[in-house]
């Protein structure tokens, strides 16, 4: 299989649906890669689902290169997209660039995530025209939790489905290779997908998306509360929390470790 890209991502609207996942390490990238997942995303949820914080809101600069680095490691056919962290890119224009740059050039990118859609039109077209190939995101922004109120479902009005549309075309014109789109109805995730040539990757947004996306803490079933749209493919938490207790009670009791976890013995 030939690695994924922007342009066949691109490409791909209307002939094949995309399965794409976040990622925030090696070992699970090479996984995931191997899989057949076209795209991972080292999403800014790194910051709940590794870095124990509450929200995307302290994720750096540092701790994403880190971790994209990690995950470009792990990649050989997926296509690897480093999610900006807040403030990396909404200050001013040349500072989103360099940031952008920066995952690209230091930690192996092969685009950049970032949230918004009219809004981010230029800076997205900045990026594109500079080489650096841009994944929108609209609808439910979580850098955006707190002028939002919540974590809450996108586009339940006419206006705000319209406004949705607008941001899609906008991003799209301005040069956006696809387009997230987070926590919408179903009926949304069908028009937005319609209104635009890029592909649009679902996060809870519906079946009729181009593409779909899970976080992989989420689908793992390593996730305490996970959102409503995330279809749970396994149970970690319960095999981990049961291996860690097997493994503590062996120590206890001295069955582990047993002779053939052990080396030869020294030789007289
Ligand atoms: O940070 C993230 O994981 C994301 C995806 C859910 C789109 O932005």
Request: proline fraction near 6%; aromatic fraction near 6%; hydrophobic fraction near 45%.
């Amino acid at each position: 299989m030939k690695k994924w890209n922007a342009a066949s991502v691109k490409a791909s609207k209307g002939v094949s649906r995309l399965a794409c996942l976040t990622a925030y390490d090696t070992g699970s990238a090479r996984l995931a890669d191997a899989a057949g997942i076209a795209l991972l995303l080292v999403g800014d949820s790194l910051g709940m689902t590794v870095l124990g914080y509450d929200s995307t809101l302290p994720v750096t600069m540092a701790e994403m290169l880190h971790h994209t680095a990690a995950v470009v490691r792990g990649a050989t056919d997926a296509m690897v997209v480093a999610d900006m962290p807040f403030l990396s890119y909404q200050i001013n224009r040349e500072e989103a660039f360099r940031n952008a740059g920066r995952f690209v050039q230091e930690a192996g990118a092969d685009a950049v995530k970032v949230e918004g859609g009219a809004i981010r039109a230029e800076l997205v077209r900045t990026l594109t025209e500079n080489g650096i190939p841009v994944l929108g995101h609209i609808g439910l922004t979580p850098q955006s939790v707190n002028v939002l109120g919540g974590y809450k479902v996108q586009g339940k009005t006419r206006a705000a489905c319209d406004r949705l549309l607008d941001d899609a075309q906008a991003l799209a014109e301005a040069g956006a290779f696809a387009i997230v789109l987070e926590c919408t109805p179903p009926d949304i995730g069908a028009a937005v997908t319609a209104a635009v040539p890029v592909p649009v990757i679902s996060v809870g947004a519906g079946p009729a998306c181009d593409g779909q996306m899970l976080v992989m803490h989420d689908m793992l079933g390593l996730t305490e509360r996970p959102p409503k749209f995330a279809k749970p493919y396994a149970t970690l938490a319960a095999t981990m929390r049961t291996a860690f207790a097997a493994y503590a009670a062996e120590v206890q009791t001295g069955a582990f470790p047993a002779p053939e976890h052990c080396y030869a013995p020294t030789a007289p």
